[in-house]
C-alpha cells in the first residue's frame, strides 16, 4: 500500500492505494469516529462490493445504505433531495460518516450531501472507477448538475481519506475505464511530460490493466493532483490547469444529455480541442495534436465532438460555464507540453475558426 | 454609524449598524466586487426597499431579482432549486454577488444559494428584521429546511459584510419586532447579566422603537454573537450556547409545520422551558423564571407550547434535533444568569417531570 498526503492543514487527508482496502478494517474504522454510518452506492457498485464495506466497518449503532440508480444524469437536486429524505428518515446525527462508495457520480452526490447535512458531516471516499481514483475523489470538489450546466451546484468539501483499491477496476468495464485513461493522459499534458512520455509507452500494458503499471499511473495522477490542490484548495488559480479540456467536454455533455458521453469521453475529446488550439498559437508543433489523436484513439476515446454539435451551440454552451468571470471565457490551453495556463484572450472569431472544422 | 467586526481571518467581514445604510452606495459597492448581481428578496419586503438597494448598486452589467414568497415554509430545497433555476438562467458567473434582503428566511435560503452556486459566490446580508439583525444574519449559518427538521441541509457560509440599517424596523409588524427581541434577551441570559438586568429595565422603550435605546441593543448583541462567533466558527463548542431554547423551540416550530409560530416566538418559549430545567436543578433562583415570563409577556412572546403537544411529541422531535450526537441530548441550560452551558446528561425522567406539566 502507497499512502499520500493532501496538504490542506487542518483538512489534510490521507489517500491509500493499493490491493484488497476495501475489506481492510484497521484502516476504514481508523477514519470512522462515531458509531452511524451512511453508505451510498450505486445499482451497478454495490452487488459488488458494498457486502465487503459493510463487513470492514464492522457492529455499528446506526448504518444506513442507499443505492442510487447509475449515470451522470441522476446526480442532481432531486436524487440528493432523496439522499437527504433517508438520512434524515433515520436520523443520523452531524456525528454520522458518509461514505461514497463508486464512481464520480457517486462520491461528487455524497460528498455535496456530506457538506450539507446538518452543515456538514465526515465523508470518505472509496472510488471503484478509475476517473474517480485519479481525478473525482481527490480535492473535494463536490457538486450536483443543473439541467443548464455540469457541477454548478456544490461546495469545496474535503474528505477525511481516500482509498483507492486497485482490485475494482478489474471489474469495470472497458469504456469506463478508458474514461479514466483521459484524465491520467491529461496530468501528463498539464504538469509532468515525463509521465506523458512514459504514458505513450505503456498504453498497451494500462490497457491489459497491468496491476504494476496501473498502480504507478494512479499514484502520479494522484500525487500531480494532491500538489495542485494543496496549493489552490479552492481555485483560485493554479488548480484551474486541471480543467484542461473540461470546458469544451462540458459543452459536449451538456448538449448531448448527461450519460451519454462519459464525462472521460468529453474530456478526450476537449483536450484534443485544446492542443490544437495550443497548436493553432504556435505553441506546441502540429505533430503533437497527431500524436495525441493517436494515443487517445489507442485508448479507445473519441476524438471528435458529435456530428450533430455546430461551432454555434458550442460556443453557446461555453458561455455558461463556471470558468466564465464577468464575460470572459477562460481556458485552459499548454504553453508546451507537460505545461498548461489559462487564457482569457481567445476570440469568438478563434473559436469559430477552431471549431467549425470539426463540426462537419 | 457603527462598525463591529466578526474575526475569522481571511473570512473576516464588517457588520455596519446605522441609519438609511440601504441607500449608502459607497458602504454596499465597497463589497461588490464584480459587475453582476442577484437581488433576492421577498414579496412583503421588495416593494419596501429594493428600490434603494437596486439604485445604491448604479449601473450594473446584470442584476437579477427574486422575489419569494414570505415564510418560513418557503424555506426549502424546492425554492432553493428556483433560485438556481433563475441564477443559471441568466448566467451569473462566479464571479456574480448574491445579497439577501429581508429576514432570517431571505438570509438564510440566499446565503445557502451563495455556498452552493458555483461552489460559492460573494454574499452580502442585508437584514430587515430585528431577528435577523440581530442574530441570523451574523454568523455565517446558512440553511433550508427539511420536513423532518428544521435547518438541517446547509453550510457554514460568511457573507462579505452586514448592513444592518435600522430604520427599516419602522416597517416591521409588531409580533415579528417581538419574535426579534426573544434572541436579543437571549444573549443577556447566556453571556451578559448587566444586558439582561439593562433590558428588563429598557423594555417599555424597546418597545416603542425608540432608536437610541434600539441601536444600543443591536450592537450589544451582534457583539455577543461576533464574539463567539469569532471563538468556534463551526459550532465545536462554545457557540452552541446561542441555542439557548433552541431544542425546544425546534420541536414546536417542527410539530406546527413551519410558519405558524415565529422562530422568535418557539424560541422565547424555549428559553423559559430551559430556564425551568436550570431551576430545577439548583441552578437559578426560581423567581428568575417568573421574572423572565414576564419579561417575555410584556414583549408580548409567547411562553406556553401549543396546547396539543405532548410531552412525548416534544421528546421525539427533539430526538431528530442536530444538537443529538451519537444518540446523546444536548441542552444548553443556564448555570447561572448569565452564563450558559452545554449539558448531555438530561434523562427522559427529567424531561418528562419538565414537560407534562406544561403540555395540559
Not at 463487513?55 to 444506513?64: D, F, I, M, N
Amino acid at each position: 500500500m502507497h499512502t499520500l498526503h493532501v496538504e490542506l492543514g487542518e483538512r489534510s487527508y490521507p489517500i491509500y492505494i493499493g490491493r484488497d482496502l476495501l475489506q481492510d478494517a484497521g484502516l476504514l474504522n481508523n477514519h470512522v469516529p462515531g458509531s452511524q454510518v451512511v453508505l451510498v452506492s450505486n445499482e451497478t457498485v454495490a452487488p459488488l462490493y458494498m457486502d465487503r464495506l459493510r463487513a470492514a466497518l464492522g457492529e455499528r449503532s446506526l448504518v444506513t445504505e442507499i443505492i442510487l440508480a447509475d449515470g451522470e444524469q441522476y446526480k442532481n437536486l432531486d436524487v440528493l433531495a432523496e439522499i437527504f429524505d433517508r438520512v434524515m428518515g433515520d436520523r443520523h446525527s452531524r456525528n454520522t460518516t458518509m461514505v461514497a462508495l463508486g464512481g464520480g457520480v457517486v462520491g461528487d452526490i455524497t460528498g455535496f450531501a456530506a457538506a450539507c447535512y446538518q452543515r456538514g458531516v465526515n465523508f470518505i471516499q472509496v472510488p471503484t472507477t478509475l476517473l474517480a481514483q485519479v481525478d473525482s475523489s481527490v480535492g473535494g470538489k463536490t457538486a450536483v448538475n443543473h439541467p443548464l450546466g455540469k457541477n454548478m451546484i456544490g461546495a469545496f468539501y474535503q474528505p477525511r481519506a481516500v482509498l483507492i483499491d486497485i482490485n475494482t477496476l478489474h471489474s469495470l468495464p472497458p469504456r469506463e475505464y478508458a474514461a479514466g485513461l483521459a484524465e491520467v493522459i491529461k496530468y501528463g499534458l498539464i504538469r509532468d511530460e515525463p509521465f506523458y512520455r512514459w504514458l505513450q509507452q505503456q498504453m498497451p500494458r494500462l490497457l491489459s490493466r497491468d496491476e504494476a503499471v496501473l498502480a504507478e499511473a494512479i499514484e502520479r495522477s494522484c500525487a500531480c493532483k494532491a500538489e495542485v490542490v494543496a496549493a489552490d484548495e479552492r481555485e483560485g488559480g493554479l488548480r484551474a490547469i486541471l480543467n484542461l479540456g473540461h470546458t469544451f467536454g462540458h459543452a459536449i455533455e451538456t448538449a448531448q444529455g448527461y450519460g451519454n458521453w462519459l464525462h472521460g469521453e468529453a474530456v478526450a475529446t476537449g483536450m484534443l480541442i485544446a492542443l490544437k488550439l495550443s497548436a493553432q498559437r504556435g505553441w506546441v508543433e502540429a505533430g503533437e495534436v497527431a500524436a495525441l489523436r493517436e494515443l487517445l484513439l489507442s485508448a479507445g476515446l473519441p476524438v471528435a465532438p458529435p456530428e450533430d454539435m455546430s461551432a454555434a451551440q458550442f460556443i453557446d454552451l461555453m458561455g455558461r460555464d463556471k470558468k466564465v468571470i464577468d464575460g470572459r471565457l477562460r481556458l485552459v490551453l499548454l504553453r508546451a507540453m507537460g505545461e498548461a495556463c489559462v487564457v482569457d484572450d481567445v476570440s469568438e472569431e478563434e473559436l469559430l475558426a477552431l471549431l467549425e472544422p470539426l463540426a462537419s
